[in-house]
C-alpha cells in the first residue's frame, strides 16, 4: 500500500509532539516534513526528544510544498497562523487536517469555497477526542428540551483563544435545535464585567484557565426542578489521537471542507 505523506505544522507543541508518534507508529503513514519556526533546513531530529527522526524541517511552508510530495498538511500551531498554513495547503493541493483552534465564521465559509474551488478534502475539528464529540452531540440532543445552558470550558493556563474551539462548536450545535432566547433575568447587571460570561445567541460560555487542567467542558442545562449537567475531560493529549486519523483518513476521501468530527461519527 502506498504511504500517506503527511507535513506536520508545529510539531513540537503539546499537541505537534503526540501527532508525529501517532504519524511515526501508522504503518501506512510517512512522515515527509515538519514545518517549525526555528531548525529552517534541519532535521527533526536535531530538538530533543525527537531521536531518529530525521525529517526535514521549513520554516517557511509554501517552500515546504514545494519541495515535498505532501498528501495531508497537520495543522497544530496558532489562530494567527493557523488560517494561512491551510489556505496555503489547499493552493498547494495538500488536503488540510486542523486541529488548531480560533477560526472565524468568515474563515471558514472561504475554506469551505477554495476547498470546492480546488476539489479537496480538509477536516476542521475543534475537537478530536471521540468523548468530546459525544459531549457535543449529547449537548445538542439535550438542547431540544431544555432552552436555558450554561457552557463551563476549562483548560491549561497556556490556551491562547477563549472561548475554546469546543466550546463554540457546541453553542453552535445547540443554536441550530433551540429558539434563540437572551437567558437570565432581563434587567441582570453585571457588577464587574465579564461575570456572565460571553454570550452566543443568548447562551453564556465561561472560560476557566488554571495550571494543572488539560480539556474539560461542562455543559449545563435547567428547567424548573431540574439541571442536567454533561461533561468531558481530556487528561492527556493522547485522548485526542485517534480523531486525528479518523480526520486524516476522511480528509484523503472527501473532496469538500468538513467542520467538526461529529459530522463523521455516526
Ligand atoms: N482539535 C483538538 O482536539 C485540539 C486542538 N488544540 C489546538 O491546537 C493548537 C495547538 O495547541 P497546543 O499544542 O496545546 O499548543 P502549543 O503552544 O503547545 O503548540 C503550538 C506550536 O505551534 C508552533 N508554531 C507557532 N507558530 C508557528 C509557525 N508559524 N510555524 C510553525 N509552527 C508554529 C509553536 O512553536 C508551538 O510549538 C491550539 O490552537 C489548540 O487550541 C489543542 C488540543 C486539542
Ligand atoms: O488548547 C487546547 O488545549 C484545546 N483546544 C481545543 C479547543 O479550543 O476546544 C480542543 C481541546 O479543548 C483542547
Redesign the pocket.
Known sequence: MEKVNIVI????????REAVKLVHETENYHLAAV????NDGGLLSDFDGFLGLDVPVY?N?EECFQKTDANILID???????MF?TKTALTYGVRPVV????FTKEDLKELENLCKEKGLGCVI?????VG?ILMMKFAQLAGKYFDDVEIIELH?D????AP???AVKTAELIAEVRESKQQGHPQEEEVIPGARGANYDGMHIHSVRLPGLI?HQQVMFGSAGQTLTIRHD?YN?AS?MS?VKLAVDTALKVDTLVYGLENIIE
Open positions: 505544522a508545529g510539531p513540537r507543541g503539546r499537541m505537534g514545518v517549525d519556526r526555528k520554516s511552508i497544530l500551531t496558532t489562530p494567527a497562523v493557523g498554513h486541529g488548531t483552534t480560533g475539528a475543534p475537537n478530536f477526542a468530546a491549561h497556556q490556551k491562547l483563544d475554546s474551539g469546543t480539556a481530556s493529549r485526542f480523531g
